[in-house]
C-alpha cells in the first residue's frame, strides 16, 4: 500500500500570501490530521478531517483553515501569511478509532521571508 | 499542563547496546492510547510501535519495546541493540478517548548512535 503523500514537499512564500498543503492518506483510511512542527513550539494539532467534515480543530487562528474531498484527499490553506507560520506540516491519516494509529506524510517545509 | 513530558533532550548510545528513551504523561481518561515515532532528519514521522492503556502486556516490534508502567504513568521506550540507522529525534505521543482524538507529543529525544 502507498504511504501517506505530500506536496509540494518545499515551499517558500512571503508575508502576505496565502498557500495550499495538499495531502493523500493511506487507501482505506478515512480520518485525515494536519499537524504544525516548529522548533519552538514543537508538534501541534492543526485539525482533522473525517468524511468531509472538520470533526476537531485545535487552537490555531482562523487563517487556517482545511478542507477534505470525497476521495479522503485534504488541502489546508494558510491565508496572509506571517514569518512564524514557517514551519513543517505534516498530515497523517487513520482508520476511525481511538486506537488506530496515525501514519505521517514526509511533510511539507514551508518558508516565510 | 504538559501532558507529555520528555526529559531527555540529548542521549548517546553505542552502537549494539540497548537504550531506554523515557516518557510520562497525564491524563484523567481510562482510555488512552500511547505512540513512539521517529523522525530521522529528513522530517518523516515514521510510526514505531502502540500501546493502549488496558493492554496488560507490554507492547514489542522487533527491537523495539515499550515499557508500560501505568500507576507511574510512564511508557518507556527501550531499543535493543542500536543501529546507526536509529539516530534520530524519537516522539512519545499520546491520544485520549475524549477530547479531540488528537496526538499530544512530548518534546522529543534526540538519539545520537556512535559506532
New interface residues.
Given amino acids: 500500500k502507498a504511504g501517506v503523500t505530500q506536496t509540494p514537499r518545499y515551499l517558500i512564500k512571503t508575508r502576505g500570501q496565502q498557500v495550499t498543503l495538499s495531502c493523500s492518506p493511506i487507501s482505506g483510511h478515512r480520518s485525515v490530521s494536519w499537524y504544525q512542527q516548529t522548533p519552538g513550539q514543537g508538534l501541534q494539532f492543526l485539525f482533522e478531517y473525517f468524511s468531509e467534515t472538520q470533526r476537531n480543530k485545535g487552537n490555531f487562528p482562523g487563517r487556517f483553515s482545511g478542507r477534505q474531498f470525497s476521495n479522503s484527499r485534504s488541502e489546508m490553506n494558510v491565508s496572509t501569511l506571517e514569518l512564524g507560520d514557517s514551519a513543517l506540516y505534516l498530515c497523517a491519516s487513520s482508520l476511525d478509532s481511538i486506537q488506530e494509529t496515525q501514519y505521517f506524510g514526509p511533510g511539507t517545509r514551508l518558508l516565510v521571508l | 499542563a504538559q501532558k507529555i513530558t520528555q526529559t531527555q533532550p540529548g542521549m548517546f548510545v553505542q552502537e549494539k547496546e540497548a537504550v531506554t528513551l523515557d516518557c510520562t504523561y497525564d491524563t484523567s481518561d481510562q ?3 500511547l ?1 513512539w ?1 521517529k523522525q530521522p532528519s ?6 514505531l510501535i ?1 500501546q ?1 492503556s488496558y493492554d496488560e502486556q507490554n507492547a514489542t516490534e522487533g527491537r523495539y519495546s515499550l515499557n508500560f508502567q501505568k500507576a507511574r504513568k510512564s511508557a518507556n521506550l527501550v531499543i535493543s541493540a542500536s543501529q546507526l540507522g536509529d539516530s534520530a529525534m524519537y ?1 512519545c ?1 499520546m ?3 475524549r477530547g ?9 529525544t534526540r538519539l545520537q548512535v556512535q559506532p
Avoid at chain 2, 42 to 47: A, L
Avoid at chain 2, 100 to 108: H, P, V
Fill in positions: 482510555s488512552y492510547g505512540f515515532y529528513s522530517g518523516e514521522m515514521i510510526f502502540y493502549g516522539f505521543a491520544k485520549e478517548v479531540r482524538r488528537a496526538l499530544t507529543f512530548g518534546s522529543g
